[in-house]
Structure formats: structure tokens, C-alpha cells
């Protein structure tokens, strides 16, 4: 990881004039997951980031209420997309990346430490050769400190690594979409027991993040509405986060904030649809290809989770 990047990112936010983009959150409860469409009003370019494929697990059966909800707002606004993000691969819901390049177009995008997940998961899930782990079905791969533009709305990718070792959070003008480092400051932070999960790295990395100008303003991927709370939020800004973020807030020191999650991971249960997720959202979204009677199908592996 760079100071370079930070130290962009840093210029990058305080020069940034908020009318210049647009967001628009949209929120799946049957999730808890808030993807974002950014666009720029001067040329109409727009990204939209952690799309939901919505998926009934008792059925096997895909649809999309949600992605056709921003498949409309995209119409309706009359935006151009230029980029399917994602902040990681997910593991509580399946990315809707590729239905919607179909519909608007778009790059889809990743970290580029995807590979490592996709190893893990190859592995897991006994792929054989019908699937690559080295990145090939994203568009682009981003590195800590690489830098593109939605429209003329400047980016900087940051590697957070933590809750998985790919992790991204994108610096879009003066906010940052953190995907699964921080939750809501009464909520605190995502688990790190996952295949390639560190707390240690997500400490480091909510550090990093946590560093940034204090009116920065971050976007969530997820929000469990915090007991005492009665509505779902998306959006904190560094400040809030240092100050009251029950599991980092300033002062938790690192040894702390692992032995707080290490603990506190050991009684999640799984996420409800993250066999499905995994093996959908390491291929970027895609699904595995048809057997010979023309179905797809995911795999359940039985006592390794
Ligand atoms: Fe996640």
C-alpha cells in the first residue's frame, strides 16, 4: 500500500466541488446492501457500484426488481455508464455486474487481489479448468493507487484488505465508497473470518481510510439498522466514524480492535447466501456454464464451511 495514494486522495477531496457529482443510493433489504449510482452531470457519465442480482435460495431462481431499478434511474436520467464496480467479492449477495453491462454498458471492475480469492474459492469448490483464477473475467483490475475518471469526476482505487484480501474502496471526488471496511458508526465493522480474512489488515486498512479529511463522506455496502435505530443509513463521514464507530473509533488500539472481532466472529453464523454469491461473484457475476442439458448450476460443498 502506498502514502502516495492517501496523500492524492487527500488533495483529491479537498479541491473537489460536491455539485459536480451526483449519488443515488439504492437499498435492498432482502440484503442489507446499498449500491450506488455516481454520475456527472456535465457529461452524463455515471458508475454504478455493488449491484445486486436478487436470488431466491429456495427456488435457485435470479431476478431483477433491484438492477431494474437502476437500470431505470440510468434511463430515466439519460447517463451513460462507464463502470461496474465492485468493492469486493461479496458473500451475502450476487453481483448483477454482468445483467446490467448487458442492459447500459459498462466495465466491470475489481481488485486486482481478486486472484487470490478466486484461488481460494477454485479450490473450495473443485472448479477444474472450466474456470481461471487469474482475474480474466473482470474488465479491469485496480491496484492501490490507480486512478480513472467517471466523466470528469477523478477516482483513486484503495486497497483495504481485511474483511477479504482484495478489498477496494474507490475515492470518487469528495466521498469514498468503502465497501465492507466500516458500517455505520452504532455498527461498527465487517467481519474478517472469511477465507482470507485478517483483522488485523482491516484495522490497518480503517486506519488508512480514517486518515482522510474529516468531512469526507463515506458510503456503506451494507446497513443492519443498529438496535436504537428504526431506519436504514448509508452514509457517515470520517469524522463521525473516528469519533463514534463502536469498534475503531479513536483510541481502539489495534490489539483491541482484533481480539474485539476475532471474538466477535467466532459467533456469526455464515451469510445465508454465500455459497451462491461466492460462486457467482468470483466469476465477476458471470454464472458457470450450462451442462449438457442446458441448466446452470452452483455446487453446495458438504461440512467445509
Ligand atoms: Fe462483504
Not at 454504478?48 to 431499478?69: E, F, N, Q
Not at 483513486?156 to 465492507?180: E, K, R, W
Not at 479529511?213 to 451494507?222: Q, V, Y
Request: hydrophobic share 40%; charged share 25%.
Amino acid at each position: 500500500m502506498t502514502v502516495f495514494a492517501i496523500e492524492t486522495a487527500t488533495r483529491q477531496i479537498e479541491g473537489f466541488d460536491r455539485s459536480r457529482m451526483v449519488i443515488r443510493t439504492f437499498f435492498d433489504e432482502a440484503t442489507f446492501t446499498a449500491s450506488h449510482v455516481v454520475h456527472d452531470p456535465a457529461s452524463r457519465l455515471a458508475a454504478i457500484i455493488d449491484p445486486v442480482l436478487d436470488y431466491d435460495p429456495s427456488s435457485g431462481r435470479t431476478s431483477h426488481g433491484s438492477a431494474d431499478a437502476v437500470v431505470d434511474h440510468i434511463r430515466n436520467n439519460d447517463l451513460t455508464v462507464d463502470w461496474l464496480l465492485e468493492t469486493h467479492a461479496h458473500a451475502d449477495h450476487l453481483t448483477a455486474a454482468p445483467y446490467l453491462q448487458e442492459k447500459v454498458g459498462g466495465k466491470i471492475a475489481i481488485g486486482h487481489l481478486i486472484t487470490t480469492v478466486q484461488g481460494v474459492f477454485a479450490k473450495l469448490f473443485n472448479t477444474g479448468d472450466d474456470f481461471r483464477h487469474d482475474g480474466s473475467q473482470f474488465d479491469r483490475l485496480f491496484e492501490d493507487g490507480d486512478q480513472f475518471n467517471i466523466g470528469s469526476v477523478p477516482v483513486i482505487a484503495l486497497h483495504v484488505p481485511g474483511h477479504t484480501p482484495a478489498d477496494l474502496a474507490y475515492v470518487v471526488g469528495d466521498s469514498v465508497f468503502v465497501g465492507d471496511t466500516l458500517f455505520m458508526p452504532d455498527y461498527g465493522t465487517a467481519r474478517c473470518d472469511f477465507p482470507g480474512g485478517d483483522a488485523q489488515a482491516l484495522y490497518q486498512s480503517v486506519r488508512r481510510i480514517l486518515s482522510l479529511p474529516d468531512h469526507t463522506r463515506l458510503f456503506m455496502c451494507h446497513d443492519y439498522m443498529a438496535e436504537g435505530r428504526d431506519y436504514y443509513a448509508w452514509e457517515s463521514t470520517v469524522a463521525e466514524e473516528r469519533e463514534h464507530n463502536i469498534h475503531v473509533h479513536q483510541g481502539v488500539t489495534e490489539k483491541e480492535f482484533v481480539a474485539m472481532r476475532t471474538t466477535r466472529d467466532r459467533t456469526l453464523d455464515m451469510p445465508r447466501l454465500i455459497l451462491p454469491s461466492v460462486q457467482v461473484n468470483m466469476r465477476a457475476g458471470f454464472f458457470p456454464e450450462a451442462e449438457d442439458n442446458g441448466t446452470r448450476y452452483l455446487k453446495i460443498p458438504l461440512d467445509v464451511l
